[in-house]
C-alpha cells in the first residue's frame, strides 16, 4: 500500500467512486450505537456502494477505544470472511475514527481504511493526520499506529445531530490550533460566540483542517513541526485520564480547554507569553469550559503525567507558548512547577 499524506476529501460522492472500482472488496463499517441510529441511514442513502455493508457496532464512549473491543471486532471480522482486500469505514466520532484506523492497520497486517468523521472534534482534528489508538485502563493512547493509508470524507451534515456540549467540546481543538498557528483565526474566535456563531461550522472547522493538514504534510511521523500540535494536551491527556478513573463526565476536548488554560500560565510564567492576551484566552475559556481545579488531583496527577508519550528520561515535555502563533516544543517542567499551577 501506498504511504503518503492523503487530504481531506470534501464529498461522499468520491467514495462512492473509490468504491464502485473495488466491487470484489468486502466493506465493513464500524460504527457506535450513536452513529448507527444518526449517521448510517444518511451514509448508505449518499454512497451507495455502501448498501449490504457489515455493521459492526461498538458502544458509544470511551470505553470502546481497548484491545478487547479489537480483539472482539477481529473474530467478527473473521467470521464475516475478511480477507487483505476488505474495507473498513469508520463513521463515528473520535473514538470509532481511533478505533477503527488502529484495527485497519492491523487486521491482517494492514487493510484499507476510511474515515467519516461525524463529530466537530472529529472532523478538525482526531480524523487528519494518520493517529490511531486504544487505551490501556484508563490511560489514553497507550497503545496505537500512524495509518497515513486512511482516507478521510467529510459530510458536514452529519453535525446537524450532534448536540451542544458535542459541539464546543470539538470547538476546544480549533481554538488550540488557532492559538498555537493563528493569531487572526484566534481573533476572529475570540469576539464570537461558539454557541450562535455559524463560521463554527464553516470558515473556523475547514480553516483549522486546513491548518492541521499542512503541520501532519511537513511531519506525517510527529518527530519535529507536528509536535506543536501538543499544545495543552498533556495536561488535558492527565486531566482525562484521572476524570476517566474516577468516572466523571469530562469530554476530551473539555480536558483539553483545562490543558490549554494552564499550558498558558507556564507560558507566562517560562516564556513571558503577553499577560493581555493571557487573559483573553482565559476569559475566553472560563466563559465556555469548566476549568479543572489541579489542586483537587495533587496526587494523581504526577503519576497520569508520568505516562505522556513526550516525556524523556522521566522528565515532563511541555508545548508552549512565546506568543499566539509562536510555540517551543520539548519544554522540560519541573514537578514543584505542576503542584504550583
Ligand atoms: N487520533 C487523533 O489524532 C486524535 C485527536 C484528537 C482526539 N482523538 C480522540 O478522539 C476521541 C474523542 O472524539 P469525540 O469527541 O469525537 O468523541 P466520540 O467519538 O465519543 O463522540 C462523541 C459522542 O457523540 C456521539 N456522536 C458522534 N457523532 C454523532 C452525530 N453525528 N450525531 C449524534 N451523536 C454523535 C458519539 O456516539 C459519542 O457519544 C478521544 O478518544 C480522543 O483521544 C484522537
Known amino acids: 500500500m501506498e504511504s503518503s499524506f492523503r487530504e481531506t476529501h470534501k464529498n461522499l460522492s468520491d ?102 468523521p461525524t463529530t466537530v472534534l472529529g472532523m478538525v482534528d482526531a480524523s487528519i493526520g494518520g493517529k490511531t489508538a486504544v487505551n490501556v485502563g484508563e490511560i489514553k493512547n497507550q ?19 450532534l448536540d451542544k456540549r458535542q459541539v ?22 475570540r469576539e464570537s460566540n461558539p454557541n450562535k456563531d455559524e463560521r463554527f461550522y464553516n470558515e473556523f472547522l475547514e480553516k483549522s483542517i486546513s491548518l492541521k493538514e499542512d503541520i501532519v504534510r511537513q511531519d506525517p511521523n510527529e518527530e519535529n513541526e507536528r509536535k506543536i500540535l501538543n499544545f495543552g494536551h498533556t495536561l488535558g491527556h492527565a486531566i482525562e485520564s484521572i476524570t476517566l478513573s474516577k468516572g466523571l463526565d469530562v469530554l476530551h476536548g473539555e480536558a483539553v480547554a483545562s490543558g490549554i ?6 507560558s507566562e510564567q517560562k516564556l513571558s507569553f503577553p499577560k493581555d492576551k ?51 516544543i520539548n519544554f522540560i517542567i519541573t514537578k514543584e512547577e505542576i503542584l504550583n499551577l
Request: hydrophobic residues 40%; aromatic residues 10%; contains cysteine.
Open 168 to 189: 464546543l467540546n470539538g470547538i476546544a481543538e480549533i481554538i488550540k490550533i488557532s492559538i498555537v498557528k493563528d493569531e487572526l483565526l484566534w481573533q476572529e474566535i
Open 15 to 116: 467514495l462512492n467512486s473509490f468504491l464502485a472500482l473495488r466491487p470484489n472488496s468486502k466493506k465493513f463499517i464500524l460504527l457506535d450505537t450513536n452513529t448507527y441510529t444518526h449517521c448510517l441511514p444518511v451514509l448508505i442513502e449518499e454512497v451507495e456502494e455502501l448498501y449490504g455493508a457489515e455493521i459492526l457496532e461498538v458502544e458509544e464512549g470511551e470505553g470502546s477505544k481497548s484491545l478487547s473491543i479489537i480483539d472482539n471486532l477481529s473474530s467478527a471480522m473473521i467470521e464475516s470472511s475478511a480477507d487483505r482486500d476488505s474495507i473498513l469505514i469508520s463513521l463515528g466520532g473520535g473514538v470509532i475514527t481511533d478505533l477503527g484506523g488502529f484495527l485497519a492497520s492491523v487486521f491482517k497486517r494492514g487493510i484499507q481504511h476510511i474515515s467519516i
Open 143 to 161: 497503545i496505537g499506529t500512524f495509518n497515513h493509508n486512511t482516507l478521510v470524507y467529510l459530510h458536514k451534515e452529519f453535525l446537524e445531530t
Open 278 to 328: 493571557a487573559k483573553d484566552i482565559y476569559d475566553y475559556l472560563t466563559q465556555h469550559y469548566k476549568i479543572v481545579d489541579l489542586k483537587e488531583y495533587k496526587d494523581l496527577i504526577l503519576n497520569y503525567l508520568a505516562a505522556d508519550k513526550k516525556n524523556i528520561n522521566g522528565e515532563f515535555r511541555f508545548v508552549l507558548l512565546e506568543d499566539i502563533g509562536k510555540p517551543s
Open 261 to 266: 488554560y494552564y499550558a498558558i500560565k507556564l
